[in-house]
């Protein structure tokens, strides 16, 4: 299974960018997906993420600016980010909680490369 970050760059306060993320491979249902972020000498937190039957879970920070949305057909995932603040600087990671056909009874974690976010004031 890998995943595949796509999305980021440079952008100025105020703006907006679109963030994806496909899930490919032998994957049997992706339960959860949703973003990460760390910006420089800070720990990594949860953005966002989705359930497959499109149960939402915010950020407070990012709530009424951010929207995760998904598309199980292609496994892919979306983060829409809109009133984008110097705050949003960090490395985006896509993940997504995945069962295999090789084995229906286990959940694995599996994560995107990272991408960059950067928001000039």
């Known amino acids: 299974v890998q995943l595949q970050a796509s999305g980021g760059g440079l952008v100025q306060a105020g703006g907006s960018l679109r963030l994806s993320c496909a899930a490919s491979g032998s994957i049997f249902s992706a339960d959860v997906m949703g973003w990460y972020r760390q910006a420089p000498g800070k720990q990594r937190e949860l953005v966002a993420d989705i359930t497959s039957g499109g149960s939402t879970n915010y950020l407070d920070s990012v709530k009424g600016r951010f929207t995760i949305s998904r598309d199980n057909a292609k496994n892919t995932e979306y983060l829409q980010m809109n009133s984008l603040k110097p705050v949003d600087t960090a490395v985006y990671y896509c993940?997504?909680?995945?069962?295999?056909?090789?084995?229906?009874?286990?959940?694995?974690?599996?994560w995107g490369q990272g991408t960059q976010v950067t928001v000039s004031s």
């Open positions: 993940y997504a909680l995945i069962v295999q056909y090789s084995d229906l009874f286990k959940h694995t974690d599996y």
